[in-house]
């Protein structure tokens, strides 16, 4: 009974630490639309404000402070989309958004699965078609 206990103990504070894993991992990649950030090489103040459709918009004193904060807001959205495309692929979508995506995630693994069995064939095909294939003159 003691060892069923220390067992259950140990599973439950794995499940909270990858919990509180997945959770930090899933805030540190959202993109950040309030608040204030220190990035370097701005001269001076620079201010962002998002309008309700998502669309930045910059205001800075000087050019290259514009140009600076504008990578960094392109930034981070484009690193959030980026994950979203590293996971579409293999189909590994419900690590983050669960069992709606279940589906797309069955399919597009069977599409890569596909793709690689028909790649040994695609070679075989490529090795033999030179020597069974003679071009007529």
Known sequence: MKLLK????????LLIVIFIAVLGYIQTTKPKYEGEED?????????????EYGVPH?????????????????????LWQME??????????SEIFGNPVL?????????VSMKTRRKPLLILIRILKPIFWQPHI
Do not use: C, W
């Not at 990035?39 to 620079?46: D, E, M, Y």
């Open 6 to 13: 220390k067992t259950f103990l140990i599973i439950l504070i």
């Open 103 to 111: 589906k797309t995630d069955k399919f597009l693994r069977e599409l």
């Open 84 to 93: 979203l495309m590293r996971r579409i692929a293999p189909g590994r979508l």
């Open 39 to 51: 990035i370097a090489n701005i001269s001076r103040p620079t201010t962002v404000y998002f309008d």
């Open 58 to 78: 910059i205001y800075a004193e000087t050019q290259k402070d514009a140009m600076t904060t504008l990578g960094y807001v392109h930034a981070q959205d484009r």
